[in-house]
């Protein structure tokens, strides 16, 4: 069963998508997120029928990111849903959420860490323009080489407040 609720956040209303993911032997355990778009994303999620609006089911989520928000909060404990995206795309993924709070890579950094650089950089941008869950997997951090702020789904001023709400952002 796919549900989904909005919250508020300073980005705008962020909509959640996620399943119903079982815990330990059958028991319920929550939601895996499947997507967290802001108001106006490329190929940001939109509600579809049969959805089931639950804002209850996404609570701890919310928390997380009010959390976040406020300052108070430097990782995400989330649980994502499971087979998004190709192999490649995941270990993109993957290296996103390695990057620490209140830091930023190149794209060409995350290349590397793949395995992909040189030539693959482009593809590692196109992985991370294909991310379904801005702000908690941090694409924010990823930067061009020369530090300026390139490409991100969400619209630079986004990517601009982000980093500067984790100290982040260079001071020229």
Not at 98 to 120: C, D, F, K, L, N
Request: hydrophobic fraction near 40%.
């Amino acid at each position: 069963m796919t549900m989904y609720a909005t919250v508020d956040s300073p980005l705008g209303e962020l909509l959640l998508v996620g399943e119903e993911a079982a815990g330990p032997a059958g028991t319920a355990a929550g939601v895996a997120l499947v997507s967290l778009s802001v108001p106006g994303q490329k190929g940001a999620a939109v509600v579809q029928d049969g959805w089931r609006h639950d804002p209850a089911a996404f609570e701890e989520i919310a928390a997380q990111l009010r959390e976040y928000f406020e300052g108070r909060r430097t990782r995400f404990d989330v649980r994502y849903a499971d087979g998004r995206g190709t192999d490649f795309q995941r270990r993109v993924w993957a290296a996103l959420d390695a990057v620490p709070y209140g830091e930023t890579v190149s794209y060409g950094q995350i290349a590397e860490r793949v395995g992909s650089a040189g030539a693959g950089v482009r593809a590692v941008g196109t992985a991370i323009g294909r991310n379904p869950l801005l702000v908690v997997r941090p694409c924010h951090r990823v930067i061009g080489a020369d530090g300026a702020l390139r490409g991100y789904a969400g619209g630079l001023e986004r990517k601009e407040q982000l980093l500067g709400l984790e100290g982040a952002l260079a001071v020229r």
